[in-house]
């Protein structure tokens, strides 16, 4: 009975320590094929200083030292409106046709400055023609030149006025462009009449050069000290989820809103392709540097399974390791590891969920 005894418990002994030997075999036998060397990215752990991030909601607005409200100058019908909302324009490009009356009356005080000022010219000619002759004193050919001089003035005077009113032809106001970019607010109706005393009168248009915009975010008052000018800001919006815009905040406000109690910060972006339109939503990670490092690495590298998270560690193509890693916060394209690594390893950053399926399957 005992060698029995002794013989199963050798048996047993020896099956235990078999397993370990057949699972490490299994691990030898791993290797990353060429194919899979070709799409993986390495990166390696190193200290970084830490980011704080900042989630703010905003809206796109115009950039306002780019943009003029258009006026009329003078009353009338809106006779011919050239443009709608939204439409690219350019400096000097008309915008609308306004038949005025105030326009006719200068239109009509020009003509008559113009005849006055021929026949004073003219009475000059006779003036001295008779003071030659001797017919006159000098004294009358004194009084035509001066005659001639109001005239002149009272013309250059209604002509300068009708230029900067930009008449065009029959006398009709032209409403042009200050400045090229697009029509961001319409107020004008074909056929409608307005006078420019009137106290509810306002600009006709818009125009804003939309090359660049601004972001207006709201920063609620438990966050006023986490913004600064210079700060980082990352900016998404609902129409391009998957494309980030980068940018700086220009200007704090240092003022509160008395009704929603939030204080506005400005994001000054690029907007090549106009793909930011004013009103947009965005969402604005302001992003700010603290002088505190740690080790990080890309956020992508981590998995996430099991209620853990987990990088890929290499060695080499035979040599891969699946560690657990905590996290202590993630920001933009880095998370902050306190623990599972050190300075100078070398972990998956692309594909490693490929790999990290083929080791713990």
């Not at 038949?99 to 000059?124: F, P, W």
Request: proline share 3%; charged share 25%; net charge negative.
């Amino acid at each position: 009975m005992n060698r029995t005894f002794l013989a199963l418990l050798t048996a047993v002994v020896l099956v235990g320590c078999s397993k370990p030997e057949v699972k490490e075999e299994k691990k030898e036998g791993f290797r990353l094929s060429d194919t899979m060397m070709q799409q993986i990215v390495l990166d390696t752990v190193h200290l970084r200083p830490v980011q704080d991030e900042l989630v703010l909601t905003g809206e796109i607005a115009a950039d306002g030292d780019k943009t003029v409200q258009v006026f009329p100058q003078v009353g009338g019908v809106v006779e011919q409106l050239n443009v709608e909302l939204g439409d690219k324009v350019t400096k000097g490009q008309l915008l609308a046709v306004i038949k005025s009356g105030e326009i006719a009356d200068v239109q009509n005080q020009t003509t008559a400055s113009t005849s006055d000022l021929d026949i004073a010219r003219k009475n000059l000619a006779v003036a001295e023609d008779m003071y030659k002759a001797g017919l006159n004193s000098e004294r009358d050919v004194v009084l035509a030149r001066a005659e001639v001089t109001k005239a002149r003035g009272t013309a250059n005077k209604n002509a300068k006025q009708l230029s900067v009113y930009g008449v065009g032809k029959d006398g009709m106001y032209e409403l042009r462009a200050p400045i090229s970019g697009f029509i961001t607010e319409k107020k004008a109706t074909e056929h409608e009449q307005f006078n420019v005393n009137d106290s509810n009168v306002g600009n006709l248009f818009t125009v804003s050069d939309l090359d660049d915009v601004w972001i207006m975010a709201n920063v609620f008052e438990a966050d006023i000290s986490k913004v600064a000018v210079g700060y980082s800001a990352d900016v998404t919006t609902l129409s391009y989820p998957d494309k980030h815009f980068r940018g700086k905040i220009d200007k704090v406000f240092n003022v509160l809103d008395p009704d929603s109690k939030v204080m506005k910060v400005r994001v000054r972006l690029d907007n090549p392709g106009y793909l930011l339109k004013p009103a947009m939503y965005a969402q604005v990670r302001v992003e700010n540097t603290e002088g505190a490092k740690a080790l990080a690495v890309p956020a992508k590298s981590v998995v996430f399974d099991k209620d853990r998270n987990f990088v890929m560690v290499y060695r080499d193509r035979t040599h891969v390791e699946t560690r657990p890693v905590t996290i202590s916060k993630t920001v933009g394209d880095y998370s902050y590891v306190t623990s599972g690594l050190k300075a100078g390893d070398v972990v998956i950053a692309r594909d490693q969920l490929l790999v990290y399926d083929e080791l713990n399957d």
